[in-house]
């Protein structure tokens, strides 16, 4: 299991979003298969941020892997007005997103 803590508090600019999915990606193609991405560090977010866990997500079911998003507090409203919550597994924190690992 790969825990990512995010710690930056914008991820606005396509420029920080790709340079944030790159890395994330690479993880994904180097093995990881379960991954918790902590956001609670994030303040201001938006759709290019979201079509970058959307597309994370989608490539890490591809290779029967999960993903949990964790402390999305800060940015639940992007979530809940893109009506995409329900596409994601979260969990209020990254020591919970670790349990629901746990389970399966």
């Known amino acids: 299991m790969?825990?990512?803590?995010?710690?930056?508090?914008?991820?606005?600019?396509?420029?920080?979003?790709s340079r944030v999915g790159?890395?994330?990606n690479k993880l994904v193609d180097s093995g990881a298969s379960k991954l918790i991405v902590d956001l609670k560090q994030i303040i201001y977010a938006g759709s290019a941020t979201l079509g970058m866990l959307l597309s994370l997500r989608e490539k890490i079911g591809g290779k029967k892997g999960k993903m949990v998003l964790a402390s999305i507090d800060s940015?639940?409203?992007l979530f809940s007005l893109s009506r995409t919550k329900s596409l994601?597994?979260?969990?209020p924190n990254a020591n919970d997103a670790m349990i629901l690992f746990k389970k399966v």
């Open 75 to 77: 940015i639940e409203k």
């Open 2 to 17: 790969t825990v990512v803590r995010l710690t930056i508090d914008n991820l606005l600019s396509v420029a920080e979003v």
């Open 88 to 91: 994601f597994e979260i969990a």
């Open 22 to 24: 790159n890395d994330l």
